[in-house]
């Protein structure tokens, strides 16, 4: 009996703690079109925290989003609080009705996007440079569009499974 009482109790647990998906998202509104959003100017202002919460990083980010060839390329200029400067080129693809794939010169291989109703999910790998050397880290990356066109991201970063910390991003059409 009580080795019943302890798998219940387990199953429950484990229940509560699937994750959601993005496929939860279908129904909210506005609907999120990528190459919509991001063609023209757009602007972000974002931040990156540690692991423990501290802000350690602000920037302000400006894309400009083009369709060539039937991919979308947004060109990302970013200016750190630290005063460095970087860019970083997207080019996306949109496969069918919910899922993109996208490269970039940092991105390892390809990420992989799917979109359902308001929301967007990016996963993939980053070489990031980190003290002088170069760490491959995962993003977990979720954008969600709110009405009068604001673009919320949230991007959890981790190495070996390990959560490294997070980048929030504002975006508004310019």
């Not at 989003?65 to 630290?82: A, K, M, R």
């Not at 967007?120 to 170069?134: A, F, I, P």
């Not at 919320?152 to 991003?169: D, P, Q, W, Y």
Request: proline share 1%; with cysteine; net charge negative.
């Amino acid at each position: 009996m009580r080795k019943l009482f302890l798998w219940l109790v387990l199953s429950v647990l484990l229940a509560g703690c699937s994750g959601v998906t993005i496929e939860d998202y279908q129904d909210k509104t506005p609907q999120l079109d990528l190459y919509d959003y991001f063609q023209g100017k757009t602007r972000g202002w974002g931040m990156f925290q540690d692991r423990g919460g501290t802000v350690k990083r602000e920037f302000v980010v400006d894309i400009v989003g083009t369709v060539e060839d039937g991919e979308l390329v947004l060109t990302e200029d970013f200016v750190w609080s630290d005063g460095e400067v970087s860019q970083r080129i997207w080019r996306i693809r949109k496969q069918d009705a919910h899922h993109y794939v996208g490269r970039a010169g940092d991105v390892v291989g390809e990420a992989q996007g799917k979109v359902y109703g308001n929301t967007l999910n990016w996963q993939y790998d980053l070489n990031l440079e980190v003290s002088g050397r170069t760490w491959k880290v995962h993003f977990d990356d979720w954008m969600f569009l709110q009405p009068d066109g604001v673009l919320l991201n949230r991007a959890k970063m981790s190495k070996f499974g390990i959560r490294l910390g997070e980048v929030t991003i504002a975006f508004q059409k310019l």
